[in-house]
């Protein structure tokens, strides 16, 4: 088990910055490649950003390359999206996951085996 635990949502003015943590209990964290995904009502959830076990190697959508950053910290167990010049369409449930696989990340929701319970980020205009 990796129970996964985000953090650090919010309200933000379009522009603005925000940074969305997800601290995960268990010793197999850096064993697990990492990803954040999104959704907003009425959508599917999607991919957002992707880092690998050791962080050296980092994947983003299309919609947010470039604005934001995923980062992770192995000794505190925490992965990190760091979200920078914000738009409305980026209002949505922001969810991190963790992956048992064998690759280097993921994009594919169906490829995360565990799941946080989500935070909300909203973008005004």
């Known amino acids: 088990q990796v129970p996964l635990v985000e953090s650090g949502g919010g309200w933000v003015q379009a522009g603005g910055s925000l940074r969305v943590s997800c601290a995960a209990s268990?010793?197999?964290?850096?064993?697990?490649?990492m990803g954040w995904f999104r959704q907003a009502p009425g959508k599917e959830r999607e991919f957002v950003a992707a880092i690998s076990r050791n962080g050296l190697i980092t994947s983003y959508a299309d919609s947010v390359k470039g604005r934001f950053t995923i980062s992770r910290d192995n000794a505190k167990n925490t992965v990190y999206l760091q979200m920078n010049s914000l738009k409305t369409e980026d209002t949505a449930v922001y969810y991190c996951?963790?992956?048992?696989?064998?690759?280097?990340?993921?994009?594919?929701?169906?490829?995360?085996?565990?799941w946080g319970q989500g935070t909300q980020v909203t973008v005004s205009s």
């Open positions: 996951a963790a992956s048992n696989g064998i690759d280097s990340e993921y994009r594919l929701h169906t490829e995360y085996d565990y």
């Open positions: 268990g010793r197999t964290f850096s064993r697990n490649a």
